[in-house]
């Protein structure tokens, strides 16, 4: 079954597809995409379980199923739409850059370039897996059992969302404390970054072959120092073509700076 997705921008143009992070929605892309109606045709796609895709029970499967989800959407664009996604950009924000690594692996020939904002390749040790396992499992807990504004009050906390002030942070509670609590643990868990495969090798892979292979290109906010790092060592390991930090902003970018990151998108790619 096709995932929801929202089509804008000008069709005569390259395809940009956006995939959003853990909590979000299409919605979330709003602010990035005025800046680019007139440079991109934009798709942008709920996650499942997020905006208005349903979760289906094959979704606890994981990315892979996921993958199979995201190919049946642009079959369906395609065909109502009318255009033709045999090659297109990609661009997903953490949770929605992790599944949009899957895809470029699982489908290379579909994605011309793949751009990945404060998003994680995959852990490298048991031990992390376990750790991440454990913590993905203690909030998703609370969100089964306790109303969602009120894990949000926590979950924003987290040493990544540093940079938020408390008005940013009452903003995305108001925004995202009326999805289910029962559908973002199922996603937090299906998705969870310690069940992830470390992509590093088939990312730096894609990097090697062929000209038609994408390039894949790394954003960060000069205040998201965890993933600031990342992004380096991925450049020096040469898993990926370019990183680019944009300042004043942390986690995310799109959301805190999108002049900046539509910039970078009209201008380099």
């Known amino acids: 079954m096709s995932l929801s997705y929202y089509c804008s921008g000008n069709v005569n143009a390259p395809a940009l597809v956006l995939l959003h992070g853990f909590l979000g929605s299409a919605n979330d892309w709003y602010s990035l995409l005025t800046r680019l109606k007139d440079d991109y045709y934009l798709i ?17 499967q994981g990315a892979e199923y996921f993958c199979y989800r995201l190919e049946q959407t642009v079959q369906t664009i395609e065909r109502v739409e009318g255009i033709s ?11 929605g850059g992790r599944l949009a690594m899957a895809y470029t692996i699982a489908c290379p020939e579909r994605v011309e370039k793949l751009l990945l904002e404060g998003a994680h390749p995959g ?12 913590s993905d499992l203690q ?46 643990a199922d996603a937090l868990m299906s998705f969870s970054l310690s069940k992830q495969p470390n992509y590093r090798r088939a990312l730096g892979q894609l990097r090697a072959g062929s000209p038609l292979c994408p390039c894949v290109h790394y954003f960060y906010g000069e205040n ?31 959301r805190e700076q999108p002049e900046a990151m539509a910039r970078l998108l009209r201008e380099r790619f």
Do not use: M
């Open 123 to 134: 852990l490298l040790s048991e031990q992390e897996k376990s750790e991440r396992y454990q």
């Open 44 to 60: 942008t796609v709920d996650l499942p379980g997020h905006g208005s895709s349903q979760w289906l029970e094959e979704d606890a």
């Open 224 to 254: 998201d120092h965890k993933f600031g790092l990342l992004g380096q060592h991925l450049l020096t390991e040469h898993v990926i073509h370019s990183v680019h930090p944009v300042t004043g902003c942390g986690h995310n970018v799109h």
């Open 85 to 95: 996604l045999k090659r297109f950009n990609l661009l997903g924000y953490s949770l």
């Open 139 to 184: 909030w998703a807990r609370r969100f089964r059992q306790e109303p969602v504004a009120d894990v949000l009050l926590d979950w924003y906390k987290q040493p990544v969302f540093s940079d938020l002030d408390d008005s940013q942070i009452r903003s995305l509670i108001d925004q995202r404390s009326k999805g289910s609590g029962l559908l973002l």
